[in-house]
């Protein structure tokens, strides 16, 4: 069964220092790959997706990933983080072909010093 | 685009009460919807999937005469909570695909906190 590994818990950067999430998937062929940011009490808002095509992928708010199938990982990344970046990251995978359910890593938890 | 909202957003009840919880697709025909439960600090459990028309599919461990789940139309799904019970609150969030994997959109979520 397919699987997300978001490896960092927790991480904190200071207000306009860069970002990366890790993100890894362990499935035999190519998902279709998420990234959803969930602020405290809200819901999941999605930033970006990755189908096929151009393995970096832009998405809202500034962030984006690259699709690296030798490493089977979806990083997120942000060139200058701000104070409302604060929140909760999700990785998530579909598989194609297969069913619609998305599965989740575990989430990165995000703080942003001043 | 690709609004999705839920009501209540807060839901206080009595232990052995039902609560129902809506999920609405505003701009776009959701032919399927998922709900999912969080528990704090946690990520998001998906308990079933819905498609129009047609009986959800439950995950395993998930009872589905105590998560009842309709989806009678293209734009709107209900998860009841039947005699819920102090073991049920969390935080139950939906989402709408406009068709098979495709995107899914998240609703805002719903608290619920059985007393």
């Known amino acids: 069964a397919q699987s997300v590994t978001q490896p960092d818990i927790h991480i904190t950067v200071s207000e306009g220092a860069s970002l990366e999430l890790r993100c890894n998937y362990s499935?035999?062929?190519?998902?279709?790959l998420f990234w959803y940011v969930q602020s405290p009490g809200q819901g999941l808002q999605l930033l970006l997706k990755?189908?096929?095509?151009?393995?970096l992928v832009q998405g809202i708010k500034g962030f984006e990933a690259e699709f690296k199938r030798s490493q089977s990982s979806f990083n997120l990344r942000k060139p200058s983080v701000h104070w409302s970046d604060a929140a909760e990251y999700f990785c998530?995978?579909?598989?194609?072909?297969?069913?619609?359910?998305?599965?989740f890593g575990k989430g990165t938890k995000l703080t942003v010093n001043p | 685009g690709a609004v999705v909202s839920q009501h209540p957003s807060w839901v206080i009840c009595k232990s052995g009460t039902s609560v129902k919880i809506e999920c609405r697709s505003l701009?776009?025909?959701?032919?399927?919807m998922f709900w999912y439960r969080q528990f704090p600090k946690q990520s998001l459990m998906l308990m079933a999937t819905?498609?129009?028309?047609?009986?959800?599919?439950?995950e395993q461990g998930v009872e589905k005469d105590k998560f009842l789940i309709n989806h009678a139309s293209l734009t709107l799904s209900t998860l009841t909570v039947t005699s819920a019970h102090p073991e049920d609150s969390s935080f139950y969030i939906c989402?709408?695909?406009?068709?098979?994997?495709?995107?899914?959109?998240f609703g805002p979520g719903t608290r619920l906190l059985v007393l």
């Open positions: 989402s709408a695909s406009a068709g098979f994997q495709e995107t899914q959109y």
């Open positions: 499935y035999g062929a190519t998902p279709y």
């Open positions: 990755y189908f096929s095509g151009d393995t």
């Open positions: 998530a995978v579909v598989t194609q072909g297969g069913s619609e359910k998305l599965v």
């Open positions: 701009d776009f025909q959701a032919t399927t």
């Open positions: 819905s498609n129009e028309g047609s009986k959800a599919t439950y």
